[in-house]
């Protein structure tokens, strides 16, 4: 049986007189690694260069010390923070034996004072204290991360693409007929197959042609529109090829029994399936969390009041299973 992942909390026992636990606050230019090292009082502190090779020396000298002073080591934990970097560290340092974790950012509580101090250093100290409660199994320190695949981090790809290209197709789209308003025109559809044959006959509500800078910048920006355009149907045909390809290998199997509901296209079940029924969520209640769609009440003594949607999940599944309400309602 699949395990569901319940990653508020450790369930694995802890002990700390046998454990390395170490934490890293990762930037572009330099790495902060913090540990806990059995057997040494102090708490050692090292910067580095953002390089893998040097964090596992690193971690290994920390094991060794801790070997030196009597204590035998079974675990070395590590944690970072999710963020520009992604999970490509955290499935280096697996393959090499280390236990890695990776720290959703939202869910760390932090200090609500107006100008509260920040530095490598203290963000260090707090990432370890919520991870060691983690450790001890918990909950409410920290939640953690699945970290992904490669192959399902690549197979998330043209879905995510697909969205950027589609909004930067909206962009260009108003951005022209905010341009053509601004001269009085509001009949001119940039999407129809021949509007760029049209711009030449354009008139203003005085009957005058487009100057020429206008025209200019409006052939632009309906190259980029082609371009955008053939890029997403690009996207679509490949999508559609590797369906058919392999029409029974497992997420594709999925896609399309889900496609196969009246109302849902091949994209939506492509979003469903990479973004959420790839995960081990375990209820739907656990699929509202992870979408941001669950409430947010603010009560305090008598007072008693909804906020409407959390929106700290997953926006791209909320934008789409709201859209997909809406369509069922419909």
Not at 2 to 14: A, E, G, Y
Not at 242 to 263: D, K, T, W
Not at 277 to 296: I, K
């Amino acid at each position: 049986m699949t395990q569901v992942d319940d990653l508020s909390r450790s369930l694995v026992p802890f002990d700390q007189n046998s454990s390395v636990i170490v934490v890293v606050e990762m930037s572009e230019s330099s790495w902060l690694a913090a540990g806990q090292v059995p057997g040494i009082e102090r708490l050692p502190l090292k910067k580095l260069e953002p390089d893998p090779i040097a964090l596992l020396r690193l971690v290994e000298r920390w094991r060794d010390e801790a070997v030196k002073v009597g204590n035998a080591i079974e675990r070395i934990a590590l944690a970072f923070e999710a963020g520009r970097d992604g999970f490509w560290l955290a499935r280096w340092l697996e393959r090499r034996g280390i236990e890695v974790h990776v720290v959703h950012s939202t869910s760390v509580a932090v200090s609500r004072e107006h100008r509260r101090a920040k530095t490598d250093r203290l963000d260090t100290a707090m990432l370890m204290r919520v991870f060691l409660g983690w450790l001890r199994g918990e909950r409410g320190h920290c939640g953690m991360v699945a970290v992904p695949t490669l192959e399902e981090e690549d197979a998330r790809r043209p879905s995510r693409e697909r969205e950027s290209l589609v909004s930067e197709r909206t962009r260009i789209i108003n951005r022209m007929k905010a341009i053509l308003a601004w001269l009085g025109i509001r009949s001119f559809n940039p999407k129809l197959r021949k509007a760029v044959q049209r711009l030449d006959g354009l008139r203003t509500p005085d009957g005058l042609p487009l100057l020429p800078n206008t025209i200019d910048e409006l052939r632009r920006d309906m190259a980029r529109l082609a371009m955008v355009c053939e890029q997403i149907k690009a996207i679509e045909k490949a999508r559609l090829a590797r369906l058919e390809q392999e029409p029974a290998a497992g997420p594709h199997a999925m896609v399309r029994l889900i496609a196969s509901i009246i109302g849902i296209g091949i994209e939506t079940a492509d979003m469903l399936v990479q973004e959420v029924l790839s995960r081990n969520l375990r209820d739907r209640r656990a699929v509202a969390r992870y979408a941001g769609l669950t409430g947010a009440p603010d009560e305090s003594g008598s007072k008693r009041r909804q906020k409407g949607l959390a929106k700290a999940g997953n926006a791209r599944v909320r934008r789409g299973l709201i859209q997909l309400a809406w369509r069922f309602l419909r």
